[in-house]
């Protein structure tokens, strides 16, 4: 970063609890300064556990207070997903598969590591497809009551998961990747 013609000439936190929010103050390459505000979120991972046998994938539907502030549907379905608390993603995608729909997974096919929202977030996203049988299901999941993350744990034919993606019903930039990327790598899932 230190080639980069633009600098931060400052920092003010804003607020901090569950996120923080900070403002940068910058230095733009013409030497205008600038000031933005950043939502610091720290890394994150997401992993979608799909039985290549049964042409399925295990998705979370979960409350989304941002989305329901944006006066849309506040119910999203998407790829089980966290924040890295202190260790590695691949540790974190195996915990949040766990508590959010219940699955044990073995072997995770790293996709990309991701920003998800760059123009004011900090939040990286490690992406992950990982290989799940129905005797991989550990518990029925749910989320984390202390979260209070009530995760309804749904497993969808693969088929209707693309028609709900042609017909927009899937709406998270995450899931959505990882469902292009589980086709991709693998296209007879669609058949």
Do not use: N
Request: hydrophobic share 45%; with cysteine; proline share 7%.
């Amino acid at each position: 970063m230190a080639d980069s013609p633009y600098t931060i000439t400052g920092t003010t936190t804003l607020h901090e609890g569950w996120s923080r929010l900070v403002k940068l103050h910058l230095r733009l390459p013409d030497g205008e300064t600038v000031e933005r505000e950043v939502l610091d979120r720290g890394a994150a991972v997401a992993v979608l556990p799909y039985d290549r046998h049964r042409r399925t994938v295990v998705l979370a539907r979960q409350f989304r207070p941002a989305v329901l502030y944006a006066g849309a549907q506040p119910l999203l379905l998407e790829a089980p997903a966290g924040v890295l608390d202190d260790e590695d993603p691949e540790s974190c995608a195996r915990r949040e598969a766990q508590e959010e729909v219940g699955l044990t997974l073995r072997s995770l096919e790293p996709v990309a590591v991701v920003w998800s929202s760059p123009g004011a977030y900090t939040e990286r996203v490690h992406l992950f497809l990982a290989p799940y049988a129905p005797e991989d299901r550990a518990s029925a999941g749910g989320g984390l009551e202390e979260e209070h993350e009530d995760i309804e744990v749904v497993e969808l034919p693969i088929r209707e998961v693309m028609r709900m993606m042609d017909a927009g019903a899937i709406a998270d930039l995450k899931t959505l990747a990882l469902l292009q990327a589980l086709l991709l790598r693998h296209p007879d899932m669609a058949v």
